[in-house]
Structures are given as structure tokens and as C-alpha cells.
């Protein structure tokens, strides 16, 4: 079959491939062969244009068997060739298309041999993963060393970490888990021990579909061309969120023939945690010499004066593929930077603007308040709740659903309510060797005692491996426990000691801590600890959804909150970004780090582009800063260092109607008064 020539003309009067795309599009879906570098900005048809070009490669003689879709997720994959099948015919449902991980499970089970594998092995998934790690862990008898040893789960990540983020394991020791960098080579020893187990039983993890697979490209040149050959046009979406692995496959795959064509965006390259590698998209065209590559610069989403604000975002960026989002919508309402004077009247400002909009039309799934971090919604959760505003969470589980707050809470309510026995049951398996049988036991003895805590050092308890944390936990509950006890007091007494205890149960605790200051800034709102344990408590857990759910089990709609990783490819009629201060947005540590802040640049691009119409960045003038005290916040810099800001925003205060004792009134105090007198006499 001769091979298609480069940028050949569409030959199917079924589709108008130049009527139908933009004029870059039409570029795209029809450069054929060699490398491609397609740079597609934010809302600009990504998706549109590869489905474009899988339907005018087969109509070009292309066997679609010789097609190759790698992304990110199984049904997106699956959504372009319906769409290319819809576009064309059946012929575009035999295009090879999947993730990485499901192409490279396909390729081993061929090629399994060589690299030692059955073609029967199978795939573990990660409690697999956690359980042979922890046999492993206890076979090699390192919780013995006299020093406490990171859990399976965290031993995992790390692993998992080295390989996807390709740091090596001291540098992600140093960073994550300090406390356990002298442990370095035992952890060295149990990595390889682990590797070994997993071959002996013919099992691969997760990872190990990948390295397997870029070690079968790299090291075995019959496959290597026995799949190339196969494979003769290559596509990669999303390639700017590709760790070093699947570049390493993509480039492997393309290296006889060159036919690739990679598809990302620079600016959104923000999942450098997970091992997303931005150099991959930067340096594609010194891995490809004489790379083309295009620009799609026409956004379908936003009104010009939110993508002026997101072009002013990426001006300043260090390194970048320089592009103007331009659009023919119409609307010229520019983006709000809104000052509140702190988080509480940023989450009452809100609520009161999601039910205007509300008024005026606007859904509110077409709404949603995005946030640098979680916890960073903490405040406006409850205020939502307290308005009766549905919500979904999106970006970790909702924040009074965190075990550790949940812990601070059992904690509270035993010292005021010492008959509380779900709460002594929680709170007691918190402590190493005891489980649910033993902690069922000595909460019973505590009821039975009428609250009395005496049985908690009784003799034969002391003298269990657990004795001194129960010492510890009556200790605690005496402080809090004292009548007329101010709730910040409570608070702060229950929290101090519960940071001593945390490290022995969690290995990420400084994570942790962020959400119990949280917690006690919330707390300082309140007198009464009913109050506050009321608010919190809004809906019983449901881990059976991916996204925490607050109000919306019996509603038509409701509103989204969500971190800004979570909300990629999305977009919303109206968005709220949330703290956009220094230290949150950018967290102080991306300070330290340029590679750090050039990814929160991204990120804030992303943020942004999210919106349709309406986009609000909203600045809280006073925030609790690292020593735990408030003070005067300072705008982030990714906002301030842009050039003629006050053009491209407007500027606005938000001052909160005063509050309903401090009104003075006209006298109809009385008029009202006399009103309830006439109804109370009418119904008795």
C-alpha cells in the first residue's frame, strides 16, 4: 500500500473537513506524516480535531488497525472513536485505541516471555499491592529495629512515587517523609524484596505495566519492530500530562517511522506530583528533529475579557509555547477581583451571589467555586449548609469526613459526654493494640461506670501494651472535661495533645496539621461546643461516591466545589476562585522552588479558563498565617505581577450588610410586636 503523502487533501464529500474546523484544525487533521507537535490552548477543539483526524488517516487508505490513540482515561478514548465512527463509518471502530497501562497489558500478554512473565500473569491492584507489602515488611522483621518503620501503604506510594515522578527514593524521603530517612536502605532492601515477590508469582502492579513495557521497547529490538511496524501513525492526547515512562514509550513506538503526533497544552501541565513531566511537551521537538508544530488558538468556551486575563496569566511564564486565545463570542463583562475582609464573609459573599444567580437563571450546576487546595473550602462547606445551597466536592473527601477531624470530634464530644460510646469506640482504636473487640469491651466498662474513667488505668489495663496512651487519653479528657470550659480552650487543650499522638497513626501528619488549625479557626465563631459539633456533623459519611455530597441527595441540581486538579476539562457558566493570597495561591512552599511556581502559574491558567461568563477571584484581606496567628494577607503574587491588571479586572470590595442586632430600626419594632399580639389571639 503506498503511503499516504503529507498534509493530503480530504477526498470524502461526507465530511466538509474544511468547512467544518478552524483553519489550524484543518492543519492538523491533515499533516499526515512525520512528527507533529499540536499545541491546543485551552477550549480550542482538542478533541474535535483528533477525532477529525482519525476519521481523514482512514479515508486516506490508512488501515485503521495501524492507528494508535493513547490518553488518559479508558472512556475518552472510547468517546473519540464513537464520534470518529459517527464522523465516518465502522471502519474507525477497529483503531486501536486505550490508556497507556491497557495498550501495554495487551502488548505483554504477546511479548510476556521475554521478559520473564507467563503471558497468564495477572494485574494486583493496590490493596494486592499494600497486602504483600505488609507480609514482606513483617517477614523481613523491620518493625523490630527498635524504631517505628513506614506502613505498607506508605511504602507503596513511595515506590510508586520514584517510578512516576523518576526522583530518586532519598530525595522523596527527605520531602515527604523525613522522619524516616534513616530507614533509607531497609526501605531499599524491602523495594527489592518486593520486585522479586512479584515475579516469583508472575503478578505485575500497576506500574509495572509501563516500566515493563518502555524495558520490552528499549531492550528487545525484534519486538521493538514487530510493534512499530504494527503501528504506523501514532497519536498521544493530552501529552503534556505524560510522566518520562510514556514519553519514553511514545518516542520508542514512532522511532522507526516518526509518524506522531503528540496533542497537549503547556500552560495546563499541572500534575507534577503525579509524575507529569513538563519538559515531555517542551523538549518533544529536540526528541523528533524537524518537528512541526501547530497552534489552535481559538477558544470555543470564554468571552474575550477572561481570555485576556488568562493570556496576561502565561505572559510572564518562564518557558512556553507563546499563543493568544482569541474567540468570536459575544460578551464583554470583565473578571471581578473581590477583597472580603477574611474566609467567612469570602464564603458569605458566596452564598449570597450563588442565590442571586440563582434567581437570574443561572443553574446551579452552571456554578462552581474552585480552590488551590481542599481544605481551602472549609469555611464556606458550612456556610453552604447553613443556607441550605446543595453541593458536591470534588479533590478529597469533605472535610469533616477526614479521619483526623473526626478523631478531634469523638475526642470533644467524650469530654463532655463521657456515655458516648460510638465516639469511645472510634477514639480507642486509635491507639495501637487495640481492636474492635477490646475497644468494644472497655468502652463498655466506661458506660457501665456511669462515665467514671477509672477503668482506663485500672491495673490490668496499665499493664498492656497500651496502658500509657490510655494514661494519656484520661489525662486529656480531665483537661477538657471541666464545666464551663470555653470551647476555644477545649479546642486547643484537645488539639495539643492529639499532635503528640498523630505520628502514630498517620505518616503524612504534617498534611494533617493544616486541617486542625482549620479546624480551630472555625472554632473560634463559636461559645458553645454543641453548636459546633452540630455544624460539623451535617451528613453521615458515604465513601460510595467518588465526590463528597452535601444537600444534594434530594435535588435536582447543585453546585460544584472543587480544586482546581479536579476540575480540568471542565467549564462552568460562573466560577468563584477562591484564596488568592499569598501562601495559598501559590502555597508558600512553591516559593522556594521556580519549577514550583511556574506550575502554579499553569494552574491559575487553568483556574481560569474554566469559566464561561462570569469568573470572581476573590482575596480575603486577613488570613491565619504558618505561626498559627492572623494576620494582613498579601494579594498572590500570580495576580499582582500581572501587567496592566486594572484593565482587565475590575476591582471591587465586598462589606457584608450589618449584622441584625446592630440595626437600629424606624419603629416598626412595635408595629411588629403588635402583629404577633393579633395572631397569637386569632389561632389561641
Known sequence: MAQPSSKSPANDSRIDFEGELNAEQYSAVTSLEGPHLVIAGAGSGKTRTLVYRVAHLVLQGVHPESILLLTFTRRSAQEMLRRAVGLLDERCHRVSGGTFHSFANITLRRYADRLGYSNSFTIIDRADCVDMIGILRTEGGYERQGRRFPRAETLLNLFSKEINTHRPLEELLEADYGQFVDDLEAIRELRKSYAERKREHNVMDYDDLLVN????????????????????????????????????????????????????????????????????????????????????????????????????????????????????????????????????????????????????????????????????????????????????????????????????????????????????????????????????????????????????????????????????????????????????????????????????????TPRRVRDLEALAVIAERYSELEEFLTDLAIDPPDFSRPAAVSGADNEDEWMTLSTVHSAKGLEWNTVFLVQMNMGRFPGYNSLQDADDYEEERRLLYVAVTRAKRRLYLIKPEEQKGRGGYFEVAELSPLISEIDRLNQLVDDETYAPAPEEDDWQGDGSTAASADQLKRIQDYFG
Request: proline share 4%; hydrophobic share 40%; with cysteine.
Open 213 to 508: 513495557l518502555r524495558d520490552l521497547l528499549a531492550e528487545h529490538p525484534v519486538a521493538r519492530r514487530q510493534l512499530t511496524s504494527t503501528y504506523r501513525y501514532i497519536m498521544i492526547d493530552e501529552y503534556q500530562d505524560t510522566n518520562r515512562l510514556q514519553a519514553h514509550i511514545g518516542a520508542l513506538l514512532a522511532a522507526s517511522h516518526r509518524n506522531i503526533m503528540v496533542v497537549g497544552d503547556d500552560a495546563q501541565s499541572i500534575y507534577g506530583f503525579r509524575g507529569a513531566n513538563f519538559r515531555n511537551i517542551i523538549d518533544f521537538p529536540q526528541i523528533f528533529e524537524g518537528c512541526e508544530t501547530l497552534l489552535l488558538e481559538q477558544n470555543y468556551r470564554s468571552t474575550q475579557p477572561i481570555l485576556d486575563l488568562s493570556n496576561a496569566v502565561l505572559e510572564k511564564a518562564r518557558e512556553k509555547y507563546t499563543k493568544r486565545l482569541f474567540t468570536k463570542l459575544e460578551g464583554d463583562e470583565k473578571p471581578v477581583l473581590l477583597r472580603t475582609t477574611d474566609e467567612y464573609t469570602q464564603a458569605e459573599y458566596i452564598c449570597e451571589k450563588v442565590l442571586a444567580l440563582r434567581e437570574e437563571g443561572v443553574s446551579l450546576q452552571d456554578i462552581a467555586v474552585l480552590c488551590r487546595a481542599a481544605w481551602h473550602t472549609n469555611s464556606l462547606e458550612l456556610e453552604l449548609n447553613n443556607r441550605n445551597i446543595p453541593f458536591k466536592k470534588f479533590g478529597g473527601i469533605k472535610f469533616v469526613e477526614a479521619a483526623h477531624i473526626k478523631d478531634v470530634c469523638a475526642l470533644l464530644k467524650i469530654g463532655v459526654n463521657p456515655l458516648d460510646a460510638a465516639a469511645w469506640f472510634r477514639i480507642l482504636q486509635f491507639f495501637e493494640g487495640i481492636g474492635p473487640k477490646t475497644a468494644r469491651g472497655l468502652a463498655d466498662g466506661v458506660v457501665a461506670d456511669g462515665g467514671a474513667l477509672g477503668s482506663l488505668v485500672a491495673p490490668k489495663v496499665a499493664k498492656r501494651k497500651y496502658g500509657a496512651d490510655l494514661a494519656s487519653l484520661k489525662g486529656l479528657l480531665d483537661k477538657i472535661s471541666k464545666p464551663r470550659q470555653p470551647l476555644v480552650e477545649r479546642l486547643d487543650t484537645t488539639l495539643e495533645t492529639y499532635q503528640l499522638w498523630m505520628p502514630k497513626k498517620f505518616d503524612d
